[in-house]
């Protein structure tokens, strides 16, 4: 891989995971207000969430370099990067109003804009290059499961 062509990946995988270090911020201590939340069924260990959303973030900035990389016209790619972006705003504003605010049933509101921002960057990405699309997949599937646990905690608390 040439010099160019390593920088530009590692600030691809520099940026998802800036903003979700901003969004820990954001949320403030989380991981104590977690623990004791009443939570639905299959609720992971709150260990659990840092080491998921790290891959997730690794594979959304691999999957943006390979867009931003590719043959695609200017336009295209500025269209999809642009979805990107305003996934990732939305995602970083999450753990603020989930965990710092306490506003589940809005954060779960959020959430579902936030699918549909992620489905909108995955046809984007994918219309570009297949395997940027599919490096979303675990997102989607993650965020799917992350309604389920935030509407739940919603209901019950």
């Known amino acids: 891989m040439k010099g160019k062509n390593l920088k530009t990946l590692l600030l691809c995988l520099a940026i998802p995971l800036a903003a979700g270090g901003i969004g820990a911020l954001l949320a403030g201590g989380f991981s104590g207000s977690y623990e004791v939340m009443y939570k639905p069924l299959l609720s992971p260990p709150g260990w659990v969430f840092p080491i998921v959303w790290t891959a997730l ?46 506003w589940y049933t809005f954060a779960f509101v959020w959430l579902l804009l936030l699918v549909l921002a992620v489905l909108i960057c995955y046809v984007l990405f994918r219309s570009i290059v297949k395997r940027a699309g599919d490096l979303l997949l675990p997102y989607l599937i993650w965020l799917f499961f992350a309604a389920y646990l935030n509407l739940g905690v919603a209901l019950l608390n």
């Open 57 to 102: 973030y690794l594979l959304m900035g691999y999957a943006s370099y390979l867009v931003l990389t590719s043959d695609a016209s200017e336009p295209r790619k500025r269209r999809a990067l642009t979805a990107y972006a305003v996934q990732l705003g939305i995602n970083m504003l999450w753990p603020l109003f989930f965990f710092r605010l306490g």
